[in-house]
């Protein structure tokens, strides 16, 4: 049985792929609108295709042939017309096909009898309402603004040798190595840690972006939500289909994302949720970003040595330094 999350995804495709062939119909009608000679000539080239058709049918052996020849002829000559038409204004046939979100799939969410990583993902945020996933557009590496980053070496200040910039910029491209390279199991984890406004999020954007890029899948959820989530799939009598199929992905999803790790109120049932989550997919190599204003002294404290153990040996640790961004932004706008 199909879950609504699934129903809800299949109806957006439909949408989608309606209004992507309904702009592209307006396009058209707009370009001829302007340039009546296109019409005339499509006009012609559909006239002819018919006939092409009709003398395929009904001509004998000779007379087909001797027709087909002169149809085919009378086709090529005005499809160069047309193309010469498009050409001095500027456009080719491409540019009156629908431009679907999804090359690979046309936005209909299969390619062949495979679902595409699409669909997929689009059904993996209207399940966990991914609310971040949102941003990914606008927030990806191309968008990633250095200009937030001082260049002044100040370790007083900063508590690191190099500048602010340096150290983003090794974190980044750290970050856009470590989402090429999600299925090798040399590849440790991301953690990302640091005071608020410094680029966490933005920069897990990125990796999320570039992720899906690759047709591959991501989880981004807050750590509050994701633990409670695990903890009531746990502890209730009568799981669905869907809960399930949920529940799996928390562990099967190419990427994982944690967002504001240490934000949650802990107890022994989340606790061993996460540590379940870290220890399963680590196992399974399936990759783990996780972000958090802790520093990794406030992690051991806060967490059992058994969740610490697995940040120090199977992770990375990206430190966050510089000026509060949404600060800096404000200071401009002003």
């Given at each position: 049985?199909?879950?609504?999350a ?39 080239i ?20 001797i ?19 498009l ?19 046309g ?19 209207e ?6 996933m ?44 470590f ?28 990796v ?16 509050p939500?994701?633990?409670d ?34 934000t949650?109120?802990m ?41 610490f ?6 992770f ?19």
């Amino acid at each position: 049985m199909q879950s609504e999350a699934y129903k809800k995804v299949e109806r957006d495709f439909s949408i989608k792929r309606q209004h992507a062939q309904s702009d592209a119909k307006r396009f058209k009608k707009n370009v001829y609108d302007d340039n009546p000679k296109l019409a005339e000539i499509e006009d012609k080239i559909n006239k002819i295709s018919i006939k092409s058709i009709k003398s395929r049918i009904f001509s004998d052996d000779l007379s087909r042939q001797i027709e087909q020849d002169k149809l085919t002829s009378q086709l090529d000559r005005l499809n160069r017309e047309y193309e010469e038409q498009l050409s001095i204004i500027g456009l080719s046939k491409r540019d009156f096909e629908p431009k679907y979100e999804c090359s690979k799939c046309g936005d209909t969410g299969f390619v062949g009898n495979k679902m595409c990583s699409c669909f997929n993902q689009q059904l993996i945020n209207e399940s966990f309402k991914q609310s971040n996933m949102f941003k990914v557009k606008d927030e990806n590496f191309a968008t990633f603004d250095f200009g937030y980053y001082s260049s002044s070496n100040d370790k007083e200040k900063y508590g690191i040798e190099k500048s602010p910039l340096e150290n983003i910029d090794a974190i980044r491209k750290l970050a856009y190595n470590f989402s090429h390279n999600l299925e090798d199991p040399a590849q440790k984890n991301l953690l990302f840690t640091g005071s608020t406004g410094l680029g966490k999020t933005f920069l897990a954007n990125c990796v999320a972006s570039e992720t899906i890029k690759q047709g591959k899948s991501v989880i981004y959820q807050t750590a509050p939500i994701l633990l409670d989530k695990m903890v009531d799939y746990k502890f209730k009598f009568n799981k669905t289909d869907s809960e399930r199929e949920e529940y799996d992905k928390i562990f099967d999803v190419d990427l994982l994302i944690i967002d504001d790790l240490g934000t949650e109120s802990m107890n022994s049932a989340k606790f061993s949720e996460l540590f379940n989550i870290l220890n399963t997919r680590l196992l399974k190599n399936k990759k783990i970003l996780i972000s958090t204003n802790l520093t990794p002294q406030e992690i051991k404290r806060e967490y059992e040595e058994r969740i610490f153990s697995r940040f120090v040996g199977d992770f990375i640790i990206c430190r966050f330094v510089g000026e509060d961004i949404r600060l800096l932004k404000k200071k401009l706008t002003r």
